[in-house]
């Protein structure tokens, strides 16, 4: 599924209506962006038949049954669409107010990882509560577009200043993005390398630091690789 993020920063297309007799404005509710929407149906449509093509017959093997891991695909899509539609009810500064208990959250978990006796062998991803097993750098992917949604939102007018603007954000992430590389999860990584550039790139960074932020993550991936 897909996550979206509402800040007070929004494109000048985007149908707006007063919000108060100050002057402020707010986005329409019930606006939906149709190319946005387009991008997530086929993302999910891809998804679909990439389940269905890669666990067909692993599923036959183990479990005699086909369609197993696929059904298994259909529940989570359901579990993500609820979970879509609830966070599309909260209104966004509700989001601003947990980004930093949530990005902190994100942290912790990525640090217990590490603890002796919570991840066994060498790999050390996953924190075991009995019969759940939860992944904490799935959690910090969601924290992470989080934070910087809030953070470039105000920093909106001065996203050209590399120190200002970036910097602060790319020494934050590193830093989660570093924890995630050493459990060692180099899809996870990348996942919040490209939410990171992504996300500047709509803020307003310059092209010629975002191309030099691309050459120094194209070397640490080979490096990693």
Same mark, same amino acid.
């Given at each position: 599924?897909?996550?979206?993020?509402?800040?007070?920063?929004?494109?000048?297309?985007?149908?707006?209506?007063?919000?108060?007799?100050?002057?402020?404005?707010?986005?329409?509710?019930?606006? &939906?962006?149709?190319? $946005? =929407? /387009?991008?997530?149906? %086929?993302? @999910?449509?891809?998804?679909?038949?990439?389940?269905? !093509?890669?666990?067909?017959?692993?599923?036959?093997?183990?479990?005699?049954?086909?369609?197993?891991?696929?059904?298994?695909?259909?529940?989570?899509?359901?579990?993500?669409?609820?979970?879509?539609?609830?966070?599309?009810?909260?209104?966004?500064?509700?989001?601003?107010? &947990?980004?930093?208990? $949530? =990005? /902190?959250?994100?942290? %912790?978990? @990525?640090?217990?990882?590490?603890?002796?006796?919570? !991840?066994?062998?060498?790999?050390?991803?996953?924190?075991?509560?009995?019969?759940?097993?939860?992944?904490?750098?799935?959690?910090?992917?969601?924290?992470?577009?989080?934070?910087?949604?809030?953070?470039?939102?105000?920093?909106?007018?001065?996203?050209?200043?590399?120190?200002?603007?970036?910097?602060?954000? /790319?020494?934050?992430?590193?830093?989660?993005?570093?924890?995630?590389?050493?459990?060692?999860?180099?899809?996870?990584?990348?996942?919040?390398?490209?939410?990171?550039?992504?996300?500047?790139?709509?803020?307003?960074?310059?092209?010629?630091?975002?191309?030099?932020?691309?050459?120094?993550?194209?070397?640490?991936?080979?490096?990693?690789?």
């Amino acid at each position: 599924m897909g996550v979206i993020v509402l800040t007070d920063a929004v494109p000048r297309s985007w149908p707006r209506t007063p919000a108060s007799s100050t002057g402020e404005h707010a986005i329409r509710r019930g606006v &939906i962006d149709s190319w $946005f =929407l /387009l991008a997530v149906v %086929l993302l @999910l449509l891809i998804g679909e038949v990439m389940v269905f !093509s890669t666990s067909f017959f692993a599923g036959s093997e183990r479990f005699s049954d086909p369609y197993r891991y696929f059904w298994k695909h259909q529940f989570a899509l359901v579990l993500g669409g609820v979970g879509l539609t609830l966070a599309s009810l909260i209104p966004s500064r509700m989001y601003q107010r &947990i980004a930093y208990p $949530f =990005l /902190l959250l994100a942290i %912790l978990g @990525l640090v217990v990882v590490f603890m002796p006796g919570v !991840s066994h062998g060498k790999v050390h991803r996953w924190i075991h509560l009995g019969p759940v097993n939860f992944q904490p750098s799935e959690l910090a992917k969601g924290a992470v577009v989080l934070y910087l949604a809030m953070a470039l939102a105000k920093k909106a007018e001065r996203m050209t200043d590399f120190v200002y603007g970036i910097l602060p954000q /790319l020494i934050v992430t590193g830093a989660v993005i570093l924890l995630i590389v050493l459990e060692p999860d180099l899809g996870g990584a990348v996942s919040v390398s490209l939410a990171l550039f992504a996300l500047l790139f709509v803020a307003g960074a310059r092209l010629r630091h975002l191309g030099a932020l691309a050459l120094c993550g194209l070397v640490l991936f080979l490096c990693a690789a």
